[in-house]
């Protein structure tokens, strides 16, 4: 007696029985998808629970998300409130870029946005762009409800610095 070896990727094809290697790829691939899309909705669910949390103003939030592109649609109660659910969105792990397809009730000047880097404080952020140490408050404020201190930003979060003469 002895043993044969054959190619088994060959009977799946021909005989119907089996998988081949490709098919075998093709179904595991198939199952990372529908797990990863699975996943992606449970962190979207989470994302608009917490937004909500923060009682941020917005009508009909809906978050997608897709590798590390999230999109979010609704009506925002005004242009502060769509800003700050952009960061809310943005500065989660996991997520590399917001696209922003929300809708405005009352439209007001954009903030401008702030990459916050290694030795940034509020204050030497509103130095830099109100010449004002002193107005990091302003900053600070902005940024509510996301921040709970003015002393706790870290690298790569980024923050609304709203334009002083529009900002309520």
């Known amino acids: 007696m002895s043993i044969f070896s054959f190619i088994k990727e060959a009977g799946a094809r021909v005989l119907g029985i089996g998988k081949s290697t490709t098919e075998k790829n093709n179904e595991v691939s198939e199952q990372k998808t529908k797990e ?5 909705a449970k962190a979207a669910a ?4 917490h937004i909500r949390s923060l009682k941020l103003n917005i009508d009909n939030l809906d978050i997608t998300i897709e590798g590390d592109m999230a999109t979010v649609s609704g009506e925002a109660e005004d242009q ?14 996991g997520i590399g870029q917001v696209d922003d397809r929300m809708d405005v009730e009352d439209e007001e000047p954009e903030a401008i946005f702030h990459t916050v880097e290694r030795g940034d404080s509020l204050g030497k952020i509103a130095k830099d762009h109100y010449g004002d140490s002193s107005k990091y408050l302003i900053i600070f404020e902005a940024n509510k409800p996301m921040l709970k201190d003015p ?3 870290y690298p790569g979060q980024v923050l ?5 003469e529009t900002e309520k």
Do not use: C, H, M
């Open 46 to 49: 989470r994302l608009e629970e």
């Open 36 to 40: 990863n899309q699975q996943e992606n």
């Open 80 to 93: 502060a409130t769509r800003e700050k659910i952009i960061l809310v969105v943005g500065n989660t792990a």
């Open 151 to 153: 002393d706790k930003i």
């Open 160 to 164: 609304r610095i709203p334009d002083i």
